[in-house]
């Protein structure tokens, strides 16, 4: 909690209707009446649990934290600070550090937007080349969700979506220092989402949707930049998947999937080997 008075920042648990545990219970006791706890009526899906989060939002500011995500201190501080700085920016950003299961660093952070605190640049056209950013490391202010909306209808990408969103309409602070945790889950290569390719479709529908933020004359190589980049991504997850599980009929439906965003000489390359990798039962 980074001992922040409560009459400076309101944190709240939205429990979307846990079952797994008490998580009442467990605010109660780790958040020793300084966090409080709202929990919904019945099960409504992460994007309208987002949705709650911002309308009981009382602050100007709104950090969006799942509950395995987390961040360092200076993180609110340093937030505070670029949008105090930078009036006219809807968001500020910093970059994270990729953790597992047991909090040991992961290799994977990202290379800085900008060596200096500051407005980004460019940042529209960047952003909607692909996703940049986690939710544990952008706060947004809450009159940016009340202007353009909450999170769209998708399972998967729709921060994305949300990012570029903004981006179109304000200016968008950051910070090159590491202040956010963000956990990776070995295990979610077996989710239903990558057992049906579900979130390469839903990505190709982000991809769509982000044109209509876009410039008309940059659509068409945004566009093509977008499916290219999660293309190789449905390989690489794909052959990840051959790894960990040899589930041949799930590894053949990211291909699939991989192969309608982007079909480059280069793509049916990485496919092809991993399809021989599969013929051949070998990796």
């Not at 700085?85 to 047991?102: K, M, N, S, V």
């Not at 949300?162 to 990776?184: D, G, Q």
Request: glycine fraction near 6%.
């Amino acid at each position: 909690m980074q001992e922040i008075p409560e009459q400076e920042m309101q944190i709240e648990v939205v429990d979307d209707a846990s079952t797994d545990t008490d998580v009442e219970a467990l605010v109660k006791q780790i958040g020793k009446g300084r966090v409080s706890y709202y929990r919904q009526a019945q099960n409504v899906g992460s994007l309208r649990n987002f949705e709650t989060c911002i309308n009981r939002a009382r602050g100007k500011i709104v950090h969006l934290l799942h509950g395995d995500d987390k961040v360092r201190k200076g993180y609110y501080s340093a937030m505070e600070k670029l949008l105090h700085q930078y009036p006219e920016a809807g968001a500020a950003f910093c970059r994270y550090q990729p953790i597992d299961a047991e909090d040991k660093t992961l290799p994977g952070i990202k290379a800085p937007e900008r060596d200096t605190p500051g407005l980004l640049n460019n940042w529209l056209l960047r952003i909607s080349e692909r996703q940049r950013i986690q939710y544990a490391a952008i706060a947004v202010r809450r009159e940016v969700y009340e202007k353009l909306g909450a999170f769209y209808g998708l399972f998967y990408a729709e921060d994305w979506e949300m990012w570029v969103r903004i981006a179109r309409h304000y200016p968008v602070a950051y910070t090159p220092e590491i202040l956010a945790e963000y956990r990776k889950h070995t295990t979610s290569i077996s989710g239903v989402k990558h057992q049906t390719g579900q979130y390469l479709v839903d990505i190709a529908q982000a991809i769509e949707l982000i044109q209509t933020h876009l410039p008309p004359a940059k659509r068409k190589s945004q566009r093509k930049k977008a499916r290219m980049y999660y293309a190789h991504y449905g390989i690489i997850m794909a052959n990840r998947i051959w790894r960990a599980t040899h589930n041949k009929e799930v590894v053949k439906t990211n291909l699939r999937e991989a192969l309608k965003l982007n079909q480059n000489i280069k793509i049916w390359y990485a496919a092809v080997k991993v399809h021989l990798k599969m013929l051949l039962n070998i990796g």
